[in-house]
């Protein structure tokens, strides 16, 4: 895809609409390419060198054959995001993120190692000897385990970086990840801070065919590794 072409791709599903002027975080002003009745407007241009060198990062990923935890937890976009990550097989989180999920990692495996145990005894029948309330108990446990750690229950460490869909909403989960020395590769909006990521994307972050064509982007980027890994 020529610049030219990713360009106008970009720009048919409005990834150059920003927020407000007032909204603006200075960290972004320039890769902005000005604004129309106050709301800022991308400059697609940084955008699509922005999301060519995130692509080259991914694709090494995959090459290496890292996990890559994909964070996304707004109503709106987060079944993108579960999307995204389910066609590489990849962790996720969609849901909340439960404080500790990276910096906690012993505590979080006591949790998917818990929803693993109730999962097998269920599939097995073994929960079958408890008498009705007991067993009720026991899957509401495991509903409620599944919901905060069932995307992540395969991640056996630290992944080798993690996707986020905006930073600003995900902020304990680039905090973590900074601190726990994980790359962070995120599409963001005018309102973020782009210094506090590894791998900036400038892009709409709230619309679901922007969304949509940048999981798709970093997606195959992935795919393109494992194939040249498998090569």
Same mark, same amino acid.
């Given at each position: 895809m020529t610049e030219n072409t990713a360009i106008e791709a970009m720009f048919n599903v409005g990834a150059h609409f920003g927020y407000s002027r007032a909204r603006r975080h200075a960290s972004v002003k320039p890769y902005l390419f000005g604004a %129309?009745?106050?709301?800022?407007?991308?400059?697609?241009?940084?955008?699509?060198?922005?999301?060519?060198?995130?692509?080259?990062? !991914?694709e090494e990923l995959g090459k290496l054959g890292k996990n890559i935890l994909f964070v996304g937890t707004k109503q709106e976009i987060k079944g993108i995001v579960e999307d995204a990550a389910k066609s590489l097989n990849m962790p996720y989180v969609t849901e909340r993120w439960v404080g500790g999920m990276?910096?906690?990692? =012993?505590?979080? &495996? &006591?949790?998917? *190692?818990?929803?693993?145990?109730?999962?097998?005894?269920?599939s097995? *029948?073994?929960?079958?000897?408890?008498? &009705?309330?007991? %067993?009720?108990?026991?899957?509401?446990?495991? #509903?409620?385990?599944?919901?905060? @750690? #069932? *995307?992540?229950?395969?991640?056996?460490?630290?992944? *080798?970086?993690?996707? !986020? !869909?905006?930073?600003?909403?995900?902020?304990?989960?680039?905090?973590?990840? =900074? %601190?726990?020395?994980?790359?962070?590769?995120?599409?963001?909006?005018s309102d973020c801070d782009a210094s506090k990521i590894t791998y900036p994307i400038l892009a709409n972050d709230s619309a679901l065919e922007?969304?949509?064509? @940048?999981?798709?982007?970093?997606?195959?980027?992935?795919?393109?590794? &494992?194939?040249?890994?498998?090569v």
């Open positions: %129309k009745n106050g709301v800022d407007i991308i400059d697609l241009t940084e955008t699509a060198k922005m999301l060519d060198v995130a692509k080259a990062r !991914v990276l910096t906690n990692w =012993n505590e979080i &495996k &006591k949790r998917t *190692g818990r929803l693993k145990e109730l999962s097998d005894k269920f097995k *029948g073994e929960l079958d000897k408890y008498t &009705k309330m007991e %067993k009720l108990l026991f899957e509401r446990e495991m #509903g409620k385990l599944q919901t905060e @750690f #069932g *995307g992540i229950a395969s991640l056996e460490g630290a992944p *080798g970086a993690i996707i !986020v !869909v905006d930073p600003r909403e995900e902020h304990i989960a680039v905090k973590e990840a =900074n %601190k726990m020395k994980v790359e962070t590769i995120a599409l963001l909006n922007s969304v949509k064509y @940048f999981m798709a982007q970093l997606s195959a980027a992935y795919e393109a590794g &494992k194939k040249a890994r498998s």
